[in-house]
């Protein structure tokens, strides 16, 4: 699935069974949550914590549901995504097309 089509495909979901979209303030507090949950899958299973008895560490679930509301986003303030990860390709090609390569912090293996 493309962008596009993922954007549409959370449209029709929307007018179907959502009613509406919550408004962008809504929408960017939903937002929020979602990477806050996703953080807290990270730190359990990549990081110090440990999981809570009976808790679900699903971290393509949670990254979709990133994904879900950024897509609800773009969509409600005509914002094309697919023009906007490719001016962001552009913008990070010519800005750090060496930068990263010259860091001597990340040439040492991890």
């Known amino acids: ?6 954007q549409q495909r959370v449209d029709a979901w929307i007018k179907q069974y959502g009613v509406r979209y919550f408004s962008e303030l809504t929408n960017m507090a939903c937002l929020t949550e979602e990477v806050g949950e996703l953080a807290r899958v990270v730190a359990r299973r990549y990081g110090d914590q440990s999981a809570k008895a ?4 699903d971290l393509a679930e949670e990254m979709a549901d ?11 303030t005509d914002t094309d995504l697919t023009a906007a990860l490719e001016a962001s390709f552009r913008k990070k ?12 912090k ?3 293996p991890v």
């Open 66 to 76: 990133v994904l879900w509301v950024l897509l609800c986003l773009a969509n409600q």
């Open 1 to 6: 699935m493309t962008i596009k089509e993922a």
């Open 54 to 57: 009976g808790e679900t560490l």
């Open 106 to 108: 990340l040439q040492t």
């Open 93 to 104: 090609t010519a800005r750090d097309s060496h930068r990263h390569k010259d860091n001597p």
